[in-house]
């Protein structure tokens, strides 16, 4: 079954648009009460978003139509929803955010059994189930859980020693989003002094201007404050990107690098590989290798790292935008474990960020983004598929070319990795250019 609705990371959008708006939301309540059994227990949280109060509202009339017991959570990362899925073994969680997004838009991903994200066929099954017509009608009355935002804090504490991070200096952006409260508690609970950005949610400053999409400031102020790092989560919390102290910021690949390069060498990297996806430079994956390990590329998206993970048993992953998962903390993106593994690291090397980073040469990597007006089959578009194959006899194992269209906007996304950065731009060049022919479009790009 193909999906109409759910991109990489669960259905988002506009608010107000055909499909963020509290009667489809209603729908999809009841197709995933339908799609889990009905009559289990759904568990439901949110991230800061003024919207989010009345998406929420309408997924449970959905839910509870089908005979779920709801349980509202309130605003809590989305790491925590999971968490709380597997302790109140629900048969369901919801989530409502659209994760690094500006506060205009807004979205529902969910979680089975255990805390797991679905897979694609259990998402084109929820489709599937979508009541016609009007959205179900029903009495709404949610259990309050207030303590789940406590219980993921004391277990987030006890993932280092206490006391670790005493004499820390540690400047945290919480992007105004689901993580302001719970992140600075367990830094702070752990002994670091802790300077704030972005921990004044008002229901609309989420994401803007703060946050693992913007790190700018963040840099500033570790400079200025001299932190000794600093960490940026997104919307909903599963995020995680640090700048060392000298304000230099690090992405996912590095971060993917250092965690996993450490657990190979103290031999807690289950089965010594690392599950990352084709996005993700080339120098990660000769990182390991030279070090003993081995890497296994996935589809973008970090359900499916996740899929790899499980099948494979492999404990770290995650994608190059900072979305990393350690399964010996949780089956899903969590931005504040991340965090913590990267402050571990410190710890036992006692080397700083900016030394650490060196472990990651990277490939040069060129990316661009072209808006298109329609998803045109890749198959279809000849040019672009005849310039890719050329690149790749080219590029000849000392480089990779990666098209794709985007998961969650009407963007198509290039990427060229080369020996050089002058090879990789003109190649994407030539790609953006085929592309634009083949689609129609004028010539400039995003």
Known sequence: MTRRFFGTDGIRGPVGG??????????????????????????????TRASGVAIEAAVARGLTSVGMKVVSLGVLPTPAIARAVRDRTAALGVVITASHNPASDNGVKFFGPGGTKLDDAAEAAIEARLPAGPAPVADVSMERDEAALHRYIDTMVDVLPPHALAGWRIVLDAANGATAVSSPAVLRRLGAEVELLGASPDGVNINDGVGSEHPEALAARVQAWRGRIGIAHDGDGDRCVVCDESGGVLDGDEVLTILGLHALRTGRLVNRELVITVQSNLGVDEALRSAGGTVFRTAVGDRYVLERMRASGASLGGESSGHVVCADLAMTGDGLATALRMLAVMRDTGAPLSELRKQLRRFPQVTRSVIVPERRPLEACLRLANEMAALERELAGAGRVLVRYSGTEPKLRLLVEARDEVSARHGVDRLEAAARTDLSLPSGSE
């Open 18 to 47: 055909p499909l963020i708006n509290p009667e489809f939301a209603a729908r999809l309540g009841a197709a995933a009460g339908k799609w889990s059994g009905g009559g289990g227990m759904a568990v439901i949280g949110r991230d």
